[in-house]
């Protein structure tokens, strides 16, 4: 017996050693049970500018063969038609209106203290606390300052530009690492491999533990400078070659990911920030009205994929749904909960993606350009509000335009409806081009959407009101620039 009592004592480290192990396996395998998160973030790329999606001048095989794998959508919707705004919904599920960031950031002593607020909690930081590794790569504007970095808001690591690229700008063309600048004059068209290369060496770096990987490409925002391998490589001039070259690197990309066997346990979402700069650069919005900086279709309806093996429904959706819906869908299947100290505007379509089906969780949907509430859509409905030219925010300022009366929408110009003294109410299921005023047919539809125009400004506010939900940026003249 003594013999005995002295083996068990003798054994008990080697016991312990035993159940660590185990332990230390089982999380592995729950780890690996969690599916990796990759979300390619497109920069000003229209509707109509995938052939996926109807385009004739431009060839984008790999993120058609997405597109055929995945699930593509055809009323998937951003809450803004400007970079800024846009990211600050993806990451925190909120409109910008709630969660501060109502208009794109710019250089300049106004904006300079502007930046995603430290209370806000997004994607990144909530995954991070369920044990993901976690990295944003490319575009971040949404300020760098300490408490709006990436670093800040759940991100382990940074690799890219803090805005948009420019050559006239010393700190425009700084490429950074974490919070340390690696190239003080980054070349523009390097980035699109260098963005690839680092994308890929994350992904190596992870293989043992799930991942979320925010990959924001400064492509298609200008300038339009594909590399010289894509010059004249399109039908589509200079843009159809950056789109081109955009495709390429998506596609080495995933076809990284497949080769190597991530896509079984990964999550490929494939979207843009917000429509075409048709005004400016160039891309289509196929069979939408409008484009960048409008609250037409063109501005807020994107071209979205996303993908699971075998476990994500294929084919084509026709559901409406929001960029703010993947914050809580990723929480969910991540086993992540959403902070329940706030609203999210964000709804999770988990269903919708593993059948193909659904009903737009979205009772309404708001179209705000800057801090103007500009149209309020109800299913296939959607009604524009009156404005004024002093309600447009600046980038909507540069083109003056007439009293729009109801009439030549087919003429609109490129920043949709700038001013407007009645309701227009649209049938987007027989009219997603916005060509056709119906309101003086449905007369009560246009009574319940301004009904609810009301209500929602007073919890998210206007340009002459401050909502009860509402996060005002450390600014005043929201809408002007300087």
């Known amino acids: 017996m003594k013999i005995l009592a002295k083996l068990n004592k003798s054994m008990q480290p080697f016991y312990k050693i035993s159940v660590f192990l185990i332990m230390c396996s089982f999380l592995s395998i729950h780890a690996q049970e969690r599916p990796n998160i990759v979300i390619l973030f497109a920069d000003d790329l229209g509707y109509g500018d995938l052939s996926s999606y109807g385009a004739q001048d431009v060839n984008t095989p790999h993120i058609d063969q997405l597109a055929e794998e995945g699930l593509k959508f055809s009323d998937f919707q951003v809450p803004s038609s400007v970079c800024s705004p846009s990211r600050a919904a993806l990451l925190t599920g909120r409109y910008p209106m709630r969660n501060g960031?109502?208009?794109?950031?710019?250089?300049?002593?106004?904006?300079?203290?502007?930046?995603?607020?430290?209370?806000?909690?997004?994607?990144?930081?909530?995954?991070?606390?369920?044990?993901?590794?976690?990295?944003?790569?490319?575009?971040?504007?949404?300020?760098?300052?300490?408490?709006?970095?990436?670093?800040?808001?759940?991100?382990?690591?940074?690799?890219?530009?803090?805005?948009?690229?420019?050559?006239?700008?010393?700190?425009?063309?700084?490429?950074?690492?974490?919070?340390?600048?690696?190239?003080?004059?980054?070349?523009?068209?390097?980035?699109?491999?260098?963005?690839?290369?680092?994308?890929?060496?994350?992904?190596?770096?992870?293989?043992?533990?799930?991942?979320?990987?925010?990959?924001?490409?400064?492509?298609?925002?200008?300038?339009?400078?594909?590399?010289?391998?894509?010059?004249?490589?399109?039908?589509?001039?200079?843009?159809?070659?950056?789109?081109?070259?955009?495709?390429?690197?998506?596609?080495?990309?995933?076809?990284?990911?497949?080769?190597?066997?991530?896509?079984?346990?990964?999550?490929?979402?494939?979207?843009?920030?917000?429509?075409?700069?048709?005004?400016?650069?160039?891309?289509?919005?196929?069979?939408?009205?409008?484009?960048?900086?409008?609250?037409?279709?063109?501005?807020?309806?994107?071209?979205?994929?996303?993908?699971?093996k075998d476990k994500f429904a294929t084919g084509i959706n026709?559901?409406?749904?929001?960029?703010?819906?993947l914050y809580p869908t990723i929480a969910n299947l991540a086993g992540a909960k959403v902070p329940s100290d706030r609203v999210i505007d964000g709804k999770d379509i988990t269903t919708i993606l593993e059948t193909g089906k659904g009903?737009?969780?979205?009772?309404?949907?708001?179209?705000?350009?800057?801090?103007?509430?500009?149209?309020?859509?109800?299913?296939?409905?959607?009604l524009h509000l009156p404005r004024t030219l002093e309600d447009q925010p600046f980038w909507s300022k540069k083109q003056m335009g007439k009293p729009f009366n109801g009439k030549a929408l087919k003429t609109l110009p490129c920043k949709g409806i700038q001013t407007l003294k009645q309701p227009i109410l649209i049938d987007l299921d027989h009219d997603m081009g916005e060509l056709k005023d119906v309101s003086r047919k449905n007369p009560k539809i246009v009574e319940e959407l301004l009904k609810e125009a009301e209500r929602v400004r007073k919890e998210l506010g206007d340009v002459n009101s401050v909502g009860t939900d509402q996060r005002l940026p450390p600014f005043k003249d929201i809408q002007v620039k300087q």
């Open 359 to 382: 009903k737009t969780p979205h009772e309404f949907i708001y179209y705000y350009n800057g801090i103007n509430l500009q149209a309020v859509r109800k299913g296939p409905w959607k």
């Open 101 to 308: 960031f109502p208009v794109a950031r710019h250089t300049g002593t106004k904006h300079s203290a502007y930046g995603l607020d430290a209370e806000e909690i997004t994607i990144a930081s909530t995954l991070q606390q369920t044990g993901y590794s976690t990295m944003c790569i490319g575009k971040w504007h949404l300020g760098f300052m300490e408490g709006s970095h990436p670093m800040d808001h759940g991100f382990e690591e940074f690799f890219g530009l803090q805005s948009n690229w420019n050559s006239k700008s010393a700190a425009l063309k700084k490429l950074y690492k974490n919070r340390t600048v690696v190239n003080e004059k980054v070349t523009y068209e390097t980035l699109l491999e260098s963005y690839t290369d680092e994308a890929i060496a994350f992904v190596k770096s992870n293989k043992e533990k799930p991942f979320f990987l925010y990959l924001a490409y400064n492509a298609v925002h200008s300038p339009i400078l594909p590399s010289n391998a894509f010059k004249k490589s399109s039908k589509g001039g200079p843009y159809g070659d950056y789109v081109q070259e955009l495709d390429h690197y998506v596609g080495k990309f995933t076809n990284f990911l497949s080769e190597n066997g991530y896509d079984e346990n990964t999550i490929i979402i494939f979207l843009s920030d917000n429509g075409p700069a048709i005004c400016n650069f160039g891309g289509s919005a196929g069979p939408l009205n409008g484009g960048k900086y409008t609250t037409m279709e063109g501005g807020f309806r994107i071209p979205a994929i996303i993908k699971y």
């Open 318 to 325: 026709h559901t409406s749904l929001s960029s703010m819906d």
